[in-house]
């Protein structure tokens, strides 16, 4: 069954929220280029939006009323917002949850050396990339830097039009005979991918590493920090630049990150316009790690989410242990991460009919995982049933997909793990052309209708 475009629908006022909304997300992506920035620009919209700490509630002890609005950013990686409603928590939660990672380059811990008068950092990249697009492009360096007595400096480099950019080196075409036989995924190699910091030595000096030493003399300069301090450091390699509208027809964003801040975005979008007191306390959440593995203390495999609900029901006067499984498992949810646009340049990757499409609206996985479905969730039947009456009533347009071509496709998100609860949970998300590219490309329109369908979840699941 094909599903008609979203932009055909839209009358003259659901233009204007649409391109309102997709204003606002290109400041969120350019505003969060790092799981950090994220979280910290969520919060500051959250307490704009009436939401106060969890944190301060529990040192309190709190009482909380139907209508609370709360915010915790464990790590400071990862947010949990939530609006308490009129039921007990023991009947459950209304939950949606993206992941505010994405694939990018990270700096080693002993990174900055000096070979051929060119200083540069070593790095180790993160999640799945091509390795080969991330060369001759302008980056930017994105994270912090904490010293020995816990100061944390805040760096971003190459963002400003007066800021340098950097930059990783390919080997000119003349001299690609070789490099040109291999495969792609062997082009660049992950030791080959280090980014060129400087090419100016220190004037008048013995030192050995001139050029090296010039840039540490910069560092420390501007930011106060030893070379040694790499140790303690959290710095993210990302493309340099803006989000942009794309397409003469302005239909789309061409940005960094889509995977998976746009679904993060729509929920944000989506909770703030939640109004009054819900029925069932309601939740949007942002995890980190989830491109490898979602593992470490602020994965989704971390018990934070699970700690924050038993501290609501505290906090509400209901717990007890039994309560809290009862209310995780009597919980649903939307796990929502992209889903592979279907591009006619490559077409054989997919099958047609169960591909999502720009422009067709929010895309729902009934299950992911890869080569016979291994590793996915695959969300029974009644819930599908159960979420497909919620956006036909909401009039929100959706899709349906599954990632590539069986025996091809494949990916994971953080459904399974929610599902552990024995919560009902299926995927849904936004199409994206060139998934885990430096720069990728969504429909305004999908956004549009991310927002409202999970809006129409929180309030009628």
Known sequence: MERENAWKKYDAKALEELESLSLRYRKFLDNGKTERECADYAVELAKKNGYTSLEDAVKAGEKLAPGAKLWASPMGKTIMLFIIGRQPLENGMNIIGAHIDSPRIDVKQNPLYEDGDLAYLDTHYYGGIKKYQWVTLPLAIHGVVVRKDGTKVNIVIGENDNDPVLCISDLLIHLSQEQMQKKASEVIGGEDLNLIIGGKPVKDTDEKEAVKANVMGILKDKYGIEEEDFLSAELEIVPAGRAREMGLDRSMILGYGHDDRVCAFAELEAIFNVEGVPEKTVCC??????????????????????????????????????????????????????????????????????????????????????????GSNDANAEYMAEVRKIMDDAGVSFQTAELGRVDLGGGGTIAYICALYCMNVIDSGVAVLSMHAPWEIISKADLYEAMRGYHAFLVNA
């Open 285 to 374: 959440l942002f995890a980190d790690k989830e491109e490898i593995g979602s593992v470490g203390a602020t994965g989704m495999q971390a018990h934070y989410f699970e700690n924050a609900f038993a501290e609501l029901m505290n906090l509400t006067g209901d717990y007890c242990d039994l309560k809290l499984r009862r209310g995780l498992a009597a919980s649903k949810m939307l796990s929502c991460d992209v889903s592979a646009g279907f591009d006619p340049n490559f077409a054989s990757a997919f099958e047609k009919k169960n591909a999502a499409f720009l422009g067709r609206g929010v895309c729902f996985n009934k299950y992911t995982g890869s080569r016979g479905k291994g």
